[in-house]
């Protein structure tokens, strides 16, 4: 399974970036949809994700200002940043795990799968 991730870019503080990412490939279902950061000198935190029954999970620091959305049909998984300060500078990668279809000359069968994206970088600036 493969992931599609856009929308980084350049704003200025106090502005909005949507991120987009598209998942692609065998898969069979997803149980989870989602969103990490990892900014300069610092480990890969989780921003938000979304599982099959639409819960949706923020970390403190972004919650009230950015909304984690899914389309099902379209396998894809979005993020909307408002009010975005100088520390959401980052690159934010998209995350999906859930089952894909694998196959052998002895059938096809459902098998987990955990697939990240190439990353998007989000620069804010003052």
């Known amino acids: 399974v493969q992931l599609q991730a856009s929308g980084g870019g350049f704003v200025q503080a106090g502005g909005s970036l949507r991120l987009s990412c598209a998942a692609s490939?065998?898969?069979?279902?997803?149980?989870?949809m989602g969103w990490h950061r990892q900014a300069p000198g610092k480990e890969r935190e989780l921003v938000a994700d979304?599982?099959?029954?639409?819960?949706?999970n923020y970390a403190d620091s972004v919650k009230g200002r950015f909304t984690i959305s899914r389309d099902k049909d379209k396998n894809m998984v979005y993020l909307q940043m408002t009010s975005l300060k100088l520390e959401d500078t980052a690159v934010y990668y998209c995350?999906?795990?859930?089952?894909?279809?694998?196959?052998?000359?002895?059938?096809?069968?459902?098998?987990?799968?955990?697939?990240w994206g190439q990353g998007t970088l989000v620069t804010v600036s003052s």
């Open positions: 995350n999906v795990d859930g089952l894909s279809m694998n196959c052998s000359t002895y059938g096809c069968y459902p098998g987990p799968f955990v697939s």
């Open positions: 490939g065998n898969i069979f279902s997803i149980n989870l």
């Open positions: 979304i599982n099959i029954g639409g819960y949706m």
